[in-house]
């Protein structure tokens, strides 16, 4: 399995090993993102030790939420035998449990898997019904990175050449 595995590749209950892949990529990728700005702006520690280890306590729950959410998902839908959202609202509760723990706090888990759920269940409702949770973004903006390659004017540029015909 590569690292360019998705989580639609396979069937769901199938290849727990690469949706883990799929999944954790972008939560290794938001917690290293995450503690990157915690480490600059937040806590500033002084020395290699405590940065490794504010990174290390911001990508690890981020990787477990991640983990425990696709373990969640894969054994509901193995247990269940059945391929519909009350899965994902399984596997979003695992991954609630593991914030609540990082947290120390059980309701403030419970609150984080009421809101996984919510997400997870519109995330599989509009993969089922081809809908994107997540459209593309479509840039229409101008840039000026390169203002030549537009015109900022008002009004555009008249002809070269022309004569009044007299």
Not at 47 to 70: D, E
Not at 104 to 122: P, Y
């Amino acid at each position: 399995m590569s690292l360019k595995a998705n989580y639609y590749d396979k069937p769901e209950g199938d290849d727990l090993f690469g949706k883990m892949i799929a999944t954790n990529k972008y939560a290794l990728a938001g917690g290293l993102g995450w503690s990157t700005i915690e480490v600059m702006m937040v806590s500033k520690p002084k020395g290699y030790l405590p940065t490794i280890a504010r990174y290390v306590y911001f990508t690890g729950p981020f990787v477990g939420m991640a983990s425990a959410f696709t373990v969640g998902a894969y054994a509901a839908n193995k247990l269940r035998g059945r391929d519909d959202g009350w899965n994902y609202v399984a596997g979003a509760f695992a991954a609630g449990g593991v914030y609540g723990a990082w947290k120390r706090n059980v309701v403030s888990g419970l609150v984080a898997g009421l809101i996984f759920s919510v997400a997870g269940a519109l995330k599989k409702q509009s993969v089922d019904e081809g809908w994107e949770f997540f459209p593309e973004v479509k840039h229409h903006a101008v840039s000026s990175i390169n203002p030549n390659r537009y015109d900022f004017t008002l009004t555009q540029e008249r002809e070269r050449g022309w004569t009044t015909g007299k």
